[in-house]
């Protein structure tokens, strides 16, 4: 969200952007992020569906705006306080929306009373929505992760000697997995993430023999996942953010490094070597 906020503020010149998300179970969204802001008015700030110009955004669904806060007689008045310490003026507020769920709300701000154009406008929208896209990608992550740590049937963690149906699901969240990492910009969730991939991909099975040692890249390993669940170059390029030139770059790279020749070739050899499930 701080990334949103300050491009935010680059691309339109607003005087501050702040934003929060909805507090579990409190149906409110608290502000816990500020760009451009020179007291802590706003700071903490919790807002409730329905009140002021981001619980009015958040309770319709939709970006709103007014030109002078204070006197605007579109919205309720619950935080006229804390918006005139910080000085603001002219504000406009969108919601963030996850799964047809209100997550959050973006404002932005100016300390003149001047109408918010639709570049800007369009701005606020778009900054919403990278912050939605984040969101997505944790809640992936984290469902993911939570799977890969479930218990088998019988309490224990997931088996050693998994059958072929459980092998495959390893598999499929493994490259999941591998896929959705270099999306999260949270350094702790995402070294988490990495280092279930590590402990997905080096469980013992049917395949987990000893093998002399391999060392492939990050990206490399990426690659090979999404080759192992059966996607094209140009399909593991859309899922990883590269392009298929790349792809087949990495791809060639852990076949060099693996001694195959084909790409099937390479989906064995690493799971031999311990690197894949």
Do not use: W
Not at 14 to 32: C, K, M, N, T, Y
Not at 156 to 178: K, N
Not at 208 to 236: I, Q, Y
């Amino acid at each position: 969200m701080r990334g949103a906020l300050m491009r935010l503020r680059r691309e339109t010149g607003l005087d501050v952007a702040f934003g929060g998300l909805v507090e579990p179970g409190r149906g409110q969204v608290r502000i816990s992020e500020l760009t451009g802001t020179t007291t802590a008015a706003l700071d903490a700030l919790a807002v409730s569906s329905g009140n002021g110009l981001g619980g009015k955004a958040a309770a319709l669904v939709r970006p709103c705006a007014v030109t002078d806060y204070s006197s605007s007689r579109r919205i309720s008045h619950e935080y006229d306080a804390a918006v005139a310490a910080e000085g603001l003026r002219s504000v406009l507020a969108v919601p963030v929306v996850v799964r047809r769920r209100v997550r959050g709300v973006l404002y932005g701000a100016l300390r003149s009373a001047r109408p918010l154009g639709d570049r800007t406008l369009s701005a606020a929208v778009q900054a919403a929505r990278d912050v939605e896209q984040s969101l997505v990608v944790r809640d992936e992550a984290c469902g993911l992760l939570a799977a890969a740590r479930a218990p088998g049937p019988d309490g224990a963690a997931r088996a050693p000697d998994a059958d072929g149906a459980t092998r495959e699901r390893l598999r499929e969240a493994h490259g999941a997995l591998r896929a959705l990492a270099p999306r999260v910009a949270d350094p702790v969730l995402r070294a988490e993430l990495l280092a279930v991939c590590e402990t997905l991909a080096t469980a013992p099975g049917p395949l987990s023999a000893a093998a002399p040692r391999v060392r492939l890249t990050p990206r490399e390993l990426d690659v090979l996942a999404c080759v192992a669940a059966g996607t094209t170059n140009a399909a593991a390029g859309h899922r990883l953010g590269l392009r298929a030139e790349t792809v087949k770059a990495y791809l060639r790279s852990a076949m060099r490094k693996l001694g195959a020749h084909t790409r099937l070739e390479a989906v064995v050899a690493a799971r031999r070597a311990g690197l894949l499930p």
